[in-house]
């Protein structure tokens, strides 16, 4: 039905990266962004502007690299993940740079689970 890469997803079983996904365990489908990388970021270029901020001209070089690189982080850094919730917990299926690709995979989880359903007459 679908198969992306590492991904392939049917009207029973969803696997991605290696674990197998029972789709009638599967509840609901989200895509999420992870933005933890966007405080890690911030966090790398506030040590970046604290070593600018010394007398050093080494440490003014290297903060100023230091801040280049926390920046680059929170911008470019950012995950879209794909979230399972089944009966017992959620689970981060598939993550993806690009969010089109996660939001591809999210609606491909979404159409397996009502054609399941179809095929049971649900």
Do not use: W
Not at 5 to 21: D, L, N, W
Not at 29 to 57: P, Q
């Amino acid at each position: 039905m679908f198969e992306l890469g590492a991904v392939k997803i049917t009207p029973a079983r969803v696997v991605s990266g290696g674990t197998t996904y029972a789709v009638a365990n599967i509840t609901s489908v989200k895509a999420a962004t992870d933005t933890a990388c966007r405080i890690h970021g911030t966090v790398i270029a506030l040590v970046g502007l604290t070593l600018a901020l010394t007398r050093s001209t080494e440490a003014i070089v290297i903060g100023a690299v230091v801040i280049v690189a926390g920046v680059l982080y929170a911008i470019f850094g950012k995950y879209t993940e794909v979230v399972l919730t089944t009966g017992a917990a959620e689970q981060k299926a598939f993550r993806a740079r690009d969010e089109k690709v996660a939001l591809e995979v999210a609606s491909a989880i979404n159409l397996a689970i009502m054609k399941r359903s179809a095929l049971l007459g649900r």
